[in-house]
């Protein structure tokens, strides 16, 4: 691969090292800022790292919660920074085109027993996909491999590392924190996270560069299920044309694109939480 890959951040907050309870993950709360400060520290090495590989254009999507939470000043000015909501593609906006992917800050699939594990939305019990419990990871990760986008490093804690291994054993992995519980973990220093992080980038984009990256392709046909936490929210989330009711709380979709079962999904979230 030539000079100046193409690098597409993906930032999520729940991951990142000294981030703990979910009350620090929502703007308006005390702890929030401290948060965002962490994140954006994770983010600036991840950025930092690229650039060292030889980066050429750096493209960060805010993906946490209503994706307002970088604050534009404190970002590396070497890349550009894609804030807000909605988002069609969610944390993969702005992905497609490019030659890999970093996800920063993202954490275990709901039903997991990672630090702050959920799916999408804290009202699921688990998101499954052709029957196996599914991460946002996961599903951005496919949904980039569509586009012919290989992710090139994963950070979050340990439970997350061991899907991501399975998932993609091409990726670095980059643990910042061991669960203790759902809320509580325990964390590396900020300064050894970052340094980690921004090794794990730079190997990444070595990668990208030396063609040692995939695409995750996951086989078709795609049947999504998502277990709802009361079975109100499963009746809300059936007005999703094409769903079907699985039991009390699930509902499943079906399709053949993947693209499809993406957003499929992320009808069934919106509408069963709503």
Not at 73 to 95: I, N, T
């Amino acid at each position: 691969m030539a000079e100046g890959v193409n690098v597409f951040i993906s930032a999520d907050m729940e991951g990142t090292a000294g981030v703990t309870g979910w009350e620090e993950t929502q703007p308006g709360h005390l702890l929030y800022p401290r948060a965002q400060e962490l994140m954006v520290g994770e983010v600036n090495a991840a950025i930092e790292g690229a650039l060292a590989a030889g980066a050429g254009a750096i493209l960060v999507n805010d993906s946490h919660d209503g994706m307002r939470n970088l604050p534009p000043s404190a970002v590396h000015p070497a890349a550009d920074l894609l804030l807000g909501w909605p988002k069609r593609y969610s944390m993969a906006e702005g992905g497609r085109g490019h030659d890999v992917a970093l996800f920063t800050g993202y954490h275990a699939a709901a039903g997991a027993p990672g630090n702050l594990a959920h799916t999408m939305t804290l009202h699921l019990v688990e998101v499954r996909l052709n029957g196996r419990r599914a991460s946002e990871t996961l599903f951005h990760a496919g949904l980039l491999g569509v586009w012919g986008v290989p992710v090139g490093m994963v950070t979050g804690d340990e439970v997350l590392g061991e899907h991501v291994a399975e998932l993609m054993p091409w990726a670095v992995f980059v643990p910042v924190k061991r669960p203790v519980s759902l809320t509580a973990a325990v964390n590396l220093s900020p300064e050894r996270a970052r340094a980690r992080i921004r090794e794990g980038a730079r190997e990444a984009v070595a990668r990208a560069r030396a063609g040692g990256l995939r695409p995750l392709v996951l086989p078709a046909p795609y049947t999504v299920e998502v277990v709802f936490t009361e079975q109100d929210r499963a009746a809300r989330a059936l007005t999703c044309p094409r769903s079907e009711r699985v039991d009390n709380s699930t509902v499943a979709y079906r399709a053949d694109d993947f693209e499809e079962a993406y957003l499929a999904m992320r009808t069934l979230t919106r509408l069963g939480t709503a």
